[in-house]
């Protein structure tokens, strides 16, 4: 098949990882081209085929869908696929003037942000809450975000990041990962933490991190929280933590909630999409009250914690590697196909 996949997106999160390692691994069997921002290049195979464009223009902007309805024409694709809604936003309003069908994926579970898959063929949601976003008369398949499993690396210890990073290491040991921002609930987090003595390094930066930094004065954390910003090595820091904690209020299926899994490192959760694979016992409700409470039932019986999590590291080795995301996308792009 010729495949065209687009992102519209600039940064180097989740969304950008999850493109590159589709496209990798289609172009293994299929010929897979890439309309992206020129960032997004990085790390991308030599079978993909990379058109860069630049998508910092505004969706409605006449030059940008020009540009991109030229590309797709000339292209002679057998899939569209957009990835993510500023992409499928601009794809779509070229639908009438293309042949081939749009597949397109959403990535968020935002109330809202399903509204403009309602013109493609076929939506792949990373997880049904992120289905739930989109209108009930377009088709929609969920395929959770994969791994490749086998390029998991043996990790850091335990010691080496106590020592690093100047912790006491009888104490447990927890991360955090994601931007620093709202919705991912770091705030709640540092509030939860006062009365739960365990020391946590927060992975990953944003526009939050200075109101985060006066929190963990406020609530006198100054011993026990490390900021390790950006890391480019999270798996190797999953092995030595002896768990993770996400307390964000919106998520979708986010890759470290996966390499966690795959890492077999437990994990407590609010209520976002990890519910789709965590236990009742593991999800936290999204205030104080509740993070602590289930921190200090959880966190200091790691026998109790890993039993808990035991079917889930089993589930998540069958479901959430790179191999089961590919090929459950082509035969998406198969079934359409085969009935268009």
Not at 166 to 173: A, Q, V, Y
Request: aromatic share 8%; glycine share 6%.
């Amino acid at each position: 098949m010729k495949i065209c996949q687009v992102v519209a997106s600039s940064g180097n999160g989740g969304l950008e990882k999850h493109v590159r390692e589709l496209c990798n691994e289609l172009s293994k069997t299929e010929e897979v081209t890439l309309i992206a921002s020129k960032n997004i290049q990085a790390g991308l195979n030599d079978s993909v085929r990379f058109v860069p464009v630049d998508f910092s223009r505004s969706r409605y902007n006449p030059f940008l869908l020009w540009g991109l309805f030229r590309l797709l024409r000339s292209g002679n694709y057998d899939i569209v696929h957009a990835q993510a809604n500023k992409a499928v936003c601009l794809v779509t309003k070229l639908r009438f003037f293309l042949s081939s069908p749009i597949f397109g994926t959403i990535h968020n579970s935002k109330p809202g942000k399903g509204k403009v898959f309602k013109n493609v063929a076929h939506v792949i949601a990373v997880s049904k809450e992120a289905a739930a976003r989109v209108n009930d008369k377009t088709p929609v398949t969920v395929i959770y975000n994969g791994i490749d499993y086998s390029s998991l690396v043996p990790g850091y210890s335990k010691k080496q990041l106590t020592d690093e990073f100047n912790l006491d290491s009888k104490k447990p040991l927890l991360c955090s990962v994601g931007r620093l921002v709202n919705a991912k609930g770091f705030d709640l987090l540092l509030d939860a933490l006062i009365n739960v003595d365990a020391n946590m390094l927060i992975i990953g930066d944003g526009p939050l991190k200075s109101n985060l930094l006066t929190l963990v004065e406020k609530n006198s954390l100054q011993n026990r929280v490390r900021f390790l910003g950006y890391r480019d090595d999270i798996q190797k820091l999953l092995c030595a933590v002896d768990g993770m904690i996400i307390s964000s209020r919106n998520e979708g299926f986010s890759y470290v909630f996966v390499e966690a899994l795959l890492s077999k490192t437990p994990v407590l959760s609010t209520d976002v999409s990890t519910k789709e694979f965590l236990p009742n016992s593991l999800i936290m409700s999204k205030y104080v009250e509740s993070i602590q409470k289930k921190m200090n039932e959880f966190v200091f019986q790691p026998v109790k914690w890993n039993e808990d999590m035991d079917s889930v590291f089993e589930r998540a080795q069958h479901e959430l590697t790179l191999e089961a995301m590919v090929e459950n996308t082509l035969a998406v792009y198969k079934n359409v196909l085969n009935h268009s």
